[in-house]
């Protein structure tokens, strides 16, 4: 069956870094579009990066030039290294599969001092 399995949330401070990791399985990850989505507590859920399979990728204006996403096509695996972290990043952070709305569980980040 499809999984996505979110990884390497947690608590860090201001100017911090965290890299999240998604493991993919139940479908061809290779040409599969994947984003990564988060969620503030009483917000809605928006689009923070997506890489498409060809690796060409795109950003919310919030994140660029501090959050980079990447793909191991071989290993099944989407990454988001997030960098300069601010407590605004706070949310839950979900991986996407864009052509058939296939989402995981989401991983908790907490950008506090």
């Known amino acids: 069956q499809v999984q996505l399995v979110e990884s390497g949330g947690g608590l860090v401070q201001p100017g911090g870094s965290l890299r999240l990791s998604c493991a993919a399985s139940?479908?061809?990850?290779?040409?599969?579009?994947m984003g990564w989505y988060r969620q503030a507590l009483g917000k809605q859920r928006e689009l923070v990066a997506l890489?498409?399979?060809?690796?060409?990728?795109n950003y919310a204006n919030s994140v660029k030039g501090r959050f980079t996403i990447s793909r191991d096509n071989a290993a099944k695996m989407v990454y988001l290294q997030m960098n300069s972290l601010k407590p605004e990043d706070t949310g839950v952070y979900y991986c996407?599969?864009?052509?058939?709305?296939?989402w995981g569980q989401g991983t908790q980040v907490t950008v506090s001092s």
């Open positions: 996407r599969e864009h052509f058939n709305d296939y």
């Open positions: 139940g479908f061809i990850f290779s040409i599969s579009a």
């Open positions: 890489i498409n399979s060809g690796g060409s990728t």
